[in-house]
């Protein structure tokens, strides 16, 4: 199992940014994804989830409103459409699966919110 986060970087506030993970290695279209993120010196907190499907997503009140979880299982990826970016979501994004009783986590992409 493999997850590949890609599309961060450096914003302004009020900005976009897309990220990706890209997945391999088992039945993408079978699971749920999630996307994580960690702001320095904070804990690890989950921004949103997104059904097999697709067709049923929830987000961290934080987010919500201004960040948008998708996927393409044809392509085996998953999407974090962030708009409206601010400071505070200043943090190392992470996409997550759960497989039976393992939890697989990316590398982390870095999202940094400034002026």
């Known amino acids: 199992v493999q997850l590949v986060e890609s599309g961060g970087g450096l914003v302004q506030p009020g900005g976009s940014l897309r990220l990706s993970c890209a997945a391999s290695g088992f039945s993408f279209s079978s699971y749920v994804m999630n996307w994580y993120r960690q702001a320095p010196g904070k804990e690890r907190e989950l921004v949103g989830t997104?059904?097999?499907?697709?067709?049923?997503?929830n987000y961290a009140d934080s987010v919500k409103g201004r960040f948008t979880i998708s996927r393409d299982n044809a392509k085996n990826t998953v999407y974090l459409q962030m708009n409206s970016l601010k400071p505070e979501d200043t943090a190392v994004y992470y996409c997550?699966?759960?497989?039976?009783?393992?939890?697989?986590w990316g590398q982390g992409t870095q999202v940094t919110v400034s002026s």
């Open positions: 997550r699966t759960k497989l039976g009783r393992i939890y697989y």
């Open positions: 997104i059904s097999s499907t697709g067709g049923d997503t």
